[in-house]
Nanobody
């Protein structure tokens, strides 16, 4: 079992920055990739960025060059630095971890990001 707790969401003006953080607890040794997904009203949940155990990264095309994902040395923290935010980045952001051989999905509770003037 893995528990994920997010922090760092909020309201920001277009062009601004936010940093999201996710702390994992539990069976840390079994965590494979960790990442961030988002879901805007009326839309499907989509991948924003993820980082593997080997620290290779993968980004949604819409955030490349603006967002940076990083993972702590102990693999229990994953952060998402979001720069040059746009109104279309407004969504609930969810931390995700794939755990174990079966890569079972674990999710955080979500944190709201609103980009608006």
């Amino acid at each position: 079992q893995v528990r994920l707790v997010e922090s760092g969401g909020g309201l920001v003006q277009p062009g601004g920055s936010l940093r999201l953080s996710c702390a994992a607890s539990g069976s840390l040794w079994a965590i494979n990739a960790m990442g961030w997904y988002r879901q805007a009203p009326g839309k499907d949940r989509e991948l924003v960025a993820r980082v593997s155990r080997s620290t290779s990264t993968d980004y949604n095309d819409s955030v490349k060059g603006r967002f940076t994902i990083s993972r702590g040395n102990m693999r229990n923290i994953v952060a998402l630095q979001m720069n040059s935010l746009k109104p279309e980045d407004t969504a609930v952001y969810y931390c995700h971890a794939g755990v174990g051989v079966a890569n079972v999905d674990f999710w955080g509770q979500g944190t709201q990001v609103i980009v608006s003037s």
